[in-house]
């Protein structure tokens, strides 16, 4: 994975409008993580903090994303969104926002006794960004699809085939993944392009103990499609993080998934399920980082319920 060197990030920000001239402090947002491409960004005279993204190699899009998502946000008039400062979308692409105070809900639990006001308003975060509505379906800065079942068709098979390759999926498992997707294929092609964060774990959950607010950050993978999608992607995320999972995802989850789906929902679901587990697993792949066994676990147990699945 390619890094941006702090060096490159000095270089680049002291030529911007937003920090010329001025002398600042530059620090990772990251702790020992294996990407370098976020900053926080200090001026030293008025101690004013701000986040920068820059693009890098495996995320080439993720300024024009997440940009084009503050975007949508604050026309919708969506409280507690990050101040664009400025914002460059040709090469070396970044964006330069105000920083959100406090402290990832995955880096201890020091948050636990917050835990219902962090649910209330993680809940309300997620009803502000599923309210807007798109015009076409698929990532902000990339391709744009005509329906959800022509996006999700193309990505679904883009991440389930390397996991062939490596052997982690067997062709009577692509088998019933098919029979799966065209069991679900009416339910996918019923869904309006709502705006999607795409990427809701507990290390974007951001509770300030100063303020007791809670802000949900980072949106390099929002796209348009089925707000169902977000809640199971969610749900497979949350696996990693016990406490996060008890006090904040399974009682979203509750509120939101009911039980009177029909059959072809029901498939739509599953399928929802088995896409994050082997997106997460062709990322890892791809990027050459470990397989995390918790991964592993977490397929076989779906592909033995998609073989035990009645037809």
């Not at 004013?48 to 693009?55: C, G």
């Amino acid at each position: 994975m390619a890094s941006v060197e702090r060096r490159v990030a000095r270089q680049i920000l002291s030529t911007t409008q937003t920090f010329q001239k001025r002398s600042f402090k530059l620090s990772s947002i990251y702790n020992k993580h294996n990407e370098e491409k976020c900053f926080r960004v200090t001026d030293k005279s008025t101690l004013v903090s701000y986040k920068v993204r820059f693009a890098s190699l495996s995320s080439r899009k993720s300024v024009e994303r997440e940009y084009e998502a503050l975007s949508y946000l604050k026309r919708h008039g969506v409280t507690r969104t990050p101040h664009i400062y400025e914002v460059k979308l040709d090469e070396p692409p970044y964006l330069i926002t105000s920083f959100v105070e406090g402290q990832s809900i995955d880096k201890s639990l020091t948050w636990v006794r917050r835990a219902p006001e962090i649910l209330r308003e993680l809940r309300q975060c997620l009803t502000d960004i599923h309210s807007i509505e798109g015009s076409y379906y698929g990532h902000l800065g990339g391709k744009r699809y005509e329906t959800w079942l022509d996006f999700f068709e193309v990505r679904l098979w883009r991440h389930v085939m390397p996991l062939t390759t490596a052997k982690l999926l067997r062709k009577t498992d692509l088998q019933k993944i098919q029979t799966l997707f065209e069991e679900a294929r009416g339910s996918l092609a019923d869904v309006k392009p709502m705006l999607l964060h795409g990427d809701v774990k507990a290390a974007n959950v951001l509770f300030d103990q100063a303020t007791n607010k809670t802000t949900l950050i980072d949106y390099e993978l929002a796209r348009f499609g089925d707000v169902d999608f977000e809640f199971t992607k969610l749900r497979r995320m949350a696996i990693r993080w016990p406490e996060y999972d008890k006090l904040v995802a399974q009682p979203l989850l509750e509120s939101v998934f009911h039980h009177d789906w029909k059959r072809e929902h029901e498939a739509k679901l599953s399928l929802y399920d088995l896409y994050h587990a082997c997106s997460f697993l062709d990322f890892e792949l791809e990027c050459g980082l470990p397989v995390q066994p918790y991964r592993l676990k977490d397929l076989e147990g779906l592909l033995r319920k998609l073989h035990s699945r009645a037809q």
